[in-house]
Each structure stands twice: as C-alpha cells, then as structure tokens.
C-alpha cells in the first residue's frame, strides 16, 4: 500500500497596510459621517497628494461638497478597496508561483 501525501500550497499572509494607508482608509470612512467628513476628507486629500495620487485628491476635494460628495466618498472607498484586491490577488499568483 502506498502512502500518498497532499501537498497544499503555502498560506499567503494578507497584504499589510503602511500605517498611512490604514489613516487614510479610517478618514474616507470617517468621511461618511456628517460632522466629521470635512476633516477627515482633508486628511485624506493630504495623504493622497503625499502620495502623488492626484485621483483620489480629487476625489477628496469633490467630497468636501455638500450632498453630491457623498458619491465622491463612495467612489474613493471602492477604489480602495480594487486596490487591495488587487494587491491580494498579486501576492497570491506570487506564492503559487514559488511553490511551483
């Protein structure tokens, strides 16, 4: 009888967050809030220009708006998130391949 043994491939850990990706991704959800949306959305626009990322700058000062930032603040959530899909999806083809 042969014993056959499973190989299961390396658990990738989740993509870590520089601490200012975390702030900026508390502020646009702080955006949401009524009171709190005008400061935190220059927050974000601050770290966005940091960035060089001129999108989501925009996308913060569109936000600062009244009624119609709303859409804006969504926007910016949804792009975040793609973007950390993206990450995490990168990060997986990348331990599938070393395991190959």
């Known amino acids: 009888?042969?014993?056959q043994f499973v190989t299961q491939p390396p658990r990738?850990?989740?993509p870590v967050l520089a601490w200012e990706d975390q702030v900026q991704a508390a502020a646009d959800v702080l955006g949401l809030i009524p009171l709190l949306n005008v400061p935190a959305e220059i927050v974000s626009g601050l770290i966005s220009l940091r960035k060089k990322d001129y999108v989501?700058?925009?996308l913060s000062v569109a936000s600062?708006?009244?009624l119609q930032g709303e859409v804006a603040v969504a926007l910016k959530i949804a792009r975040?998130?793609?973007q950390i899909a993206a990450q995490n999806r990168y990060?997986?083809?990348r331990g599938m391949a070393q395991v190959a």
């Open 1 to 3: 009888m042969q014993t």
């Open 12 to 14: 990738v850990a989740p």
């Open 56 to 58: 989501g700058f925009g």
């Open 64 to 66: 600062l708006v009244p």
């Open 80 to 82: 975040t998130a793609q």
């Open 91 to 93: 990060q997986t083809t």
